[in-house]
């Protein structure tokens, strides 16, 4: 019934608000992004000239970049590792039948509810070695242990890296949760009779099934994990040091604080660049992993 | 080995332990930060840590109340969230409908571009975005702060509303229009009321959304502070740490009170949005 010229306008009309919200909050700024990495702002001495390329090759000869290139790279692997692993165990504890199965998903909901500010700044004293609730558990087993997480820098980058599983770890099991809904249940028995274990039928059955839900989910949250910064901002400020400033971290010190808006923008766009091409591949990728 | 009857007993212990680690490991945190919230501030540095109340007080919240503002922040949050939730929702059905029931390449590609959008990250924008704020006095003002409360939440409810309403027939449409309805009244009284379940529940996912957002108003407002960036604005008491933890931890347990409640009462509807947007992503 809409085939209607007339209502073409209409439908125009409709999607019009929606789209130019964010044509002006999201293609606007990406286009005066890529414009500015081309030129050297310094905002403080009021220098404002075109460079070309020349704020790209600083990228990679700055070392506060590199420190958090590495370590963006560090944390994005370990966090997904862990979301992977612990994800599906998680996953399968929530899809256990038992009288405690809604209360448990209650719970677990909860991380997801709440913003990574207020647990990254509970985070900061959670860790703090003398009254901080992380040592004072660990203490409960070894009462001489003493480790200030958040002064030395692998220890403060594991930190960070458990924050955000703590966080968003529920989140992903939820969705893993979400696919195992579908494998059905004719299948272990079937399974059964052939005289599979309850772990042979999950690496037979449940882990070939869900796979694919696990790829495609497991590219969002490597992509969230690349342009993660709420953690940092609150947690560590990118310390000790610059050992734990993610790269999202580092653009908006760049941009916001040392006002030196052109090598931030060209960071902001090598950063935009690897996402469009990391979700290109994997898309792809996963079209092509099918069961 | 063992019979049939002590396996199962065997199982449900193994379950049981299971869900309490679980259920300890991230209530066990949240319940510390409560103790901490209604701890006098001098006893938060004791070793070991008190995971019982002896003295409990309310002088962390009423110092919250009087010096740093809470019950404005706490209105102002409510303000911008509610508005950005409500005017969000209405932007967000309009194209929505369009989409789902127009089809031509001009809005194809407007879908595309849309879903896409969700993939240029905060940061990337942010400088270009501050400074054309400034330029046209939208920075620190409710207006700018909803605008870009409201672009984060329009590409997902977009996504969602538009696979309901692919589900709904045309036809329901369709004999509306020949009993006499103008398209507005159809759009209305007809395909809004069926919509009404999806609407809720991805209302509560943008509701969480909205007030877990964080880099919008730490960027885009100085003077107006939403209760997720005051958290990290509290003023440093005279102790040789750096957090003051009295005070973040009654903030903190402020923001979360609310949401576990919320969580408690939505928890289904929760789930269906949180799957929706999964098995669809």
Same mark, same amino acid.
């Given at each position: !019934?809409?085939?209607?010229?007339?209502?073409?306008?209409?439908?125009?009309?409709?999607?019009?608000?929606?789209?130019?919200?964010?044509? %002006?909050?999201?293609?606007?700024?990406?286009?005066?992004?890529?414009?500015?990495?081309?030129?050297?702002?310094?905002?403080?001495?009021?220098?404002?000239?075109?460079?070309?390329?020349?704020?790209?090759?600083?990228?990679?000869?700055?070392?506060?970049?590199?420190?958090?290139?590495?370590?963006?790279?560090?944390?994005?692997?370990?966090?997904?590792?862990?979301?992977?692993?612990?994800?599906?165990?998680?996953?399968?504890?929530?899809? !256990?039948?038992?009288?405690?199965?809604?209360?448990?998903?209650?719970?677990?909901?909860?991380?997801?509810?709440?913003?990574?500010?207020?647990?990254?700044?509970?985070?900061?004293?959670?860790?703090?070695?003398?009254?901080?609730?992380?040592?004072? %558990?660990?203490?409960?087993?070894?009462?001489?242990?003493?480790?200030?997480?958040?002064?030395?820098?692998?220890?403060?980058?594991?930190?960070?890296?458990?924050?955000?599983?703590?966080?968003?770890?529920?989140?992903?099991?939820?969705?893993?949760?979400?696919?195992?809904?579908?494998?059905?249940?004719? !299948?272990?028995?079937?399974?059964?009779?052939?005289?599979?274990?309850?772990?042979?039928?999950?690496?037979?059955?449940?882990?070939?099934?869900?796979?694919?839900?696990?790829?495609?989910?497991?590219?969002?949250?490597?992509?969230?994990?690349?342009?993660?910064?709420?953690?940092?901002?609150?947690?560590?400020?990118?310390?000790?040091?610059?050992?734990?400033?993610?790269?999202?971290?580092?653009?908006?010190?760049?941009?916001?604080?040392?006002?030196?808006?052109?090598?931030?923008?060209?960071?902001?766009?090598?950063?935009?660049?690897? !996402?469009?091409?990391?979700?290109?591949?994997?898309?792809?990728?996963?079209?092509?992993?099918?069961? | 080995?063992?019979?049939?009857?002590?396996?199962?007993?065997?199982?449900?212990?193994?379950?049981?332990? +299971?869900?309490?680690?679980?259920?300890?490991?991230?209530?066990?945190?949240?319940?510390?930060?409560?103790?901490?919230?209604?701890?006098?501030? /001098?006893?938060?540095?004791?070793?070991?840590?008190?995971?019982?109340?002896?003295?409990?007080?309310?002088?962390?919240?009423?110092?919250?109340?009087?010096?740093?503002?809470?019950?404005?922040?706490?209105?102002?949050?409510?303000?911008?969230?509610?508005?950005?939730?409500? @005017? /969000?929702?209405?932007?967000?059905?309009?194209?929505?409908?369009?989409?789902?029931?127009?089809?031509?390449?001009?809005?194809?590609?407007?879908?595309?571009?849309? +879903?896409?959008?969700?993939?240029?990250?905060?940061?990337?924008?942010?400088?270009? +975005?501050?400074?054309?704020?400034?330029?046209?006095?939208?920075?620190?003002?409710?207006?700018?702060?909803?605008?870009?409360?409201?672009?984060?939440?329009?590409?997902?409810?977009?996504?969602?509303?538009?696979?309901?309403?692919?589900?709904?027939?045309?036809?329901?449409?369709?004999?509306?229009?020949?009993?006499?309805? /103008?398209? +507005?009244?159809?759009?209305?009284?007809?395909?809004?009321?069926?919509?009404?379940?999806?609407?809720?529940?991805?209302?509560?996912?943008?509701?969480?959304?909205?007030?877990?957002?964080?880099?919008?108003?730490?960027?885009?407002?100085?003077?107006?502070?939403?209760?997720?960036?005051? @958290?990290?604005?509290?003023?440093?008491?005279?102790?040789?740490?750096?957090?003051?933890?009295?005070?973040?931890?009654?903030?903190?347990?402020?923001?979360?009170?609310? @949401?576990?409640?919320?969580?408690?009462?939505?928890?289904?509807?929760?789930?269906?949005?949180?799957?929706?947007? /999964?098995?669809?992503?």
């Amino acid at each position: !019934m809409y085939e209607n010229k007339k209502y073409l306008t209409i439908a125009w009309i409709l999607v019009l608000p929606a789209l130019l919200i964010r044509v %002006f909050t999201t293609i606007y700024p990406i286009i005066e992004t890529f414009r500015i990495s081309l030129y050297d702002v310094k905002l403080l001495r009021g220098i404002n000239e075109f460079v070309g390329f020349q704020n790209y090759l600083n990228i990679f000869q700055d070392s506060k970049m590199i420190t958090s290139i590495n370590f963006t790279a560090i944390f994005v692997v370990g966090s997904m590792i862990g979301h992977i692993v612990l994800g599906i165990a998680l996953a399968l504890i929530l899809n !256990m039948k038992f009288a405690g199965q809604k209360v448990l998903r209650t719970i677990v909901l909860l991380p997801w509810a709440m913003p990574m500010v207020v647990i990254a700044m509970a985070s900061k004293w959670a860790f703090n070695n003398e009254y901080g609730l992380v040592n004072d %558990f660990i203490r409960w087993f070894n009462p001489s242990f003493k480790l200030d997480w958040l002064i030395h820098a692998t220890t403060a980058s594991n930190a960070v890296i458990a924050v955000d599983l703590w966080k968003d770890l529920p989140f992903f099991a939820i969705l893993i949760l979400a696919g195992l809904q579908f494998v059905s249940s004719d !299948m272990y028995e079937a399974a059964k009779i052939d005289g599979a274990g309850a772990i042979r039928s999950f690496f037979t059955i449940t882990l070939p099934l869900i796979s694919k839900n696990i790829l495609v989910l497991s590219i969002f949250f490597t992509m969230w994990r690349i342009t993660s910064f709420d953690v940092v901002y609150a947690m560590t400020s990118g310390g000790p040091g610059e050992s734990t400033a993610l790269i999202a971290y580092r653009i908006t010190t760049e941009a916001f604080t040392n006002l030196n808006t052109g090598y931030a923008s060209s960071i902001a766009v090598v950063l935009f660049l690897v !996402m469009a091409l990391l979700s290109a591949l994997s898309m792809r990728a996963a079209k092509r992993v099918d069961y | 080995m063992f019979s049939n009857g002590s396996k199962r007993i065997l199982l449900r212990c193994l379950m049981w332990t +299971l869900a309490i680690v679980v259920a300890f490991l991230i209530l066990f945190p949240l319940w510390w930060i409560f103790v901490s919230s209604i701890t006098p501030s /001098g006893e938060l540095f004791s070793k070991p840590i008190k995971y019982w109340p002896v003295n409990p007080t309310l002088e962390s919240y009423s110092y919250l109340i009087e010096n740093v503002g809470l019950l404005e922040k706490s209105r102002d949050t409510i303000i911008i969230v509610g508005l950005s939730i409500t @005017i /969000g929702m209405i932007l967000s059905v309009m194209a929505a409908f369009s989409f789902a029931r127009f089809k031509n390449k001009g809005l194809s590609l407007a879908v595309a571009f849309l +879903l896409g959008s969700m993939l240029i990250p905060d940061v990337v924008t942010a400088r270009p +975005l501050y400074d054309f704020l400034r330029q046209v006095h939208l920075f620190d003002t409710y207006t700018g702060l909803i605008i870009l409360y409201i672009s984060g939440i329009i590409p997902f409810t977009i996504l969602i509303l538009q696979n309901f309403l692919s589900d709904i027939p045309v036809s329901i449409e369709e004999s509306a229009s020949i009993d006499g309805c /103008g398209f +507005l009244q159809s759009m209305f009284y007809v395909t809004l009321p069926l919509l009404r379940p999806a609407i809720a529940t991805v209302c509560i996912v943008n509701f969480i959304t909205c007030l877990n957002n964080f880099f919008t108003p730490l960027f885009y407002s100085n003077g107006i502070s939403v209760l997720s960036t005051a @958290i990290t604005q509290l003023p440093l008491r005279d102790n040789m740490y750096a957090v003051p933890w009295d005070l973040v931890s009654s903030m903190g347990w402020i923001i979360i009170l609310p @949401i576990i409640i919320f969580v408690g009462i939505f928890q289904r509807q929760i789930m269906e949005g949180i799957m929706a947007g /999964g098995v669809k992503g």
